[in-house]
């Protein structure tokens, strides 16, 4: 079946130094959607990044990702770490064609730790 | 815009004891998913409805779980004798139709249940 693999459970980081949280999958299908999703302390898991299309590059509230077919990969991406991006990172697949259907797989999530 | 609301909060129990959760989507979102938590994994989805509908209850634990939407709004997720390994934090997430739903998932505080 499906899954998602993160391999680093917790990542700390200094401020200012650039992010990377590795994320690969497995499906058999080539109909894959990749999500980042992003879990502050006391708030809701929200959406952060999302995408289809092999190798291009899509970019919200300074992170990126693309998405790699060929190596099944979908690495969050940031230039410069900020203390407020501290919190939980869910990498999640979908393969709405597969069996997954229209649900998402989600990996096991990386904490992120800023320190100043 | 009001969020996806879940209550309780919080709950404690020991085993054999029933315990039910509350979800109120936000207005207009046909699809609401029941997510479990366990700690230090990622939500694993254990039932999502369309309108009223059940479109895959394939990993509720039947015999002890079950999920209703009886008018397409709210949700409640039951559990009828709760084991220590039910001990998670239960999501519910919410998204308006569409072909790519599951692209747009807007996820409750969730419910913490501990099993002693």
């Known amino acids: 079946g499906d899954s998602v693999t993160q391999k680093e459970g917790l990542v700390t980081l200094t401020e200012g130094l650039p992010v990377m949280l590795n994320c690969t999958y497995q499906?058999?299908?080539?109909?894959?959607?990749l999500f980042w999703y992003v879990h502050y302390l006391n708030e809701s898991p929200r959406l952060l990044l999302k995408?289809?299309?092999?190798?291009k590059r899509t970019e919200h509230q300074g992170f990126h990702a693309t998405l790699h077919k060929s190596s099944s990969s979908f690495h969050l991406q940031k230039s410069s770490a900020q203390l407020s991006d501290s919190a939980l990172y869910y990498c999640?697949?979908?393969?709405?064609?597969?069996?997954?259907?229209?649900?998402?797989?989600f990996g096991i999530g990386t904490l992120l730790s800023v320190k100043p | 815009e009001a969020g996806v609301t879940q209550s309780p909060r919080y709950a404690v129990l020991q085993e054999g004891q029933a315990v039910s959760f509350w979800c109120d989507p936000i207005?207009?979102?046909?699809?609401l998913y029941w997510y479990q938590q366990p700690r230090d994994q990622g939500p694993q989805l254990l039932v999502y409805?369309?309108?009223?509908?059940?479109?895959?209850n394939s990993q509720l634990p039947s015999d002890r779980f079950s999920a209703v939407r009886p008018k397409g709004t709210n949700s409640t997720l039951k559990i009828q004798s709760a084991k220590q390994g039910d001990t998670a934090t239960y999501l519910c997430?919410?998204?308006?139709?569409?072909?790519?739903?599951?692209?747009?998932?807007?996820f409750g505080h969730g419910t913490k249940l501990s099993v002693l």
């Open positions: 997430a919410s998204s308006p139709s569409g072909q790519f739903s599951n692209e747009r998932l807007f």
């Open positions: 499906t058999i299908y080539s109909n894959a959607f």
């Open positions: 995408s289809s299309t092999d190798n």
């Open positions: 999640a697949l979908s393969d709405l064609y597969g069996s997954s259907g229209n649900k998402l797989i």
């Open positions: 207005s207009g979102h046909d699809t």
């Open positions: 409805f369309r309108d009223e509908a059940v479109i895959d």
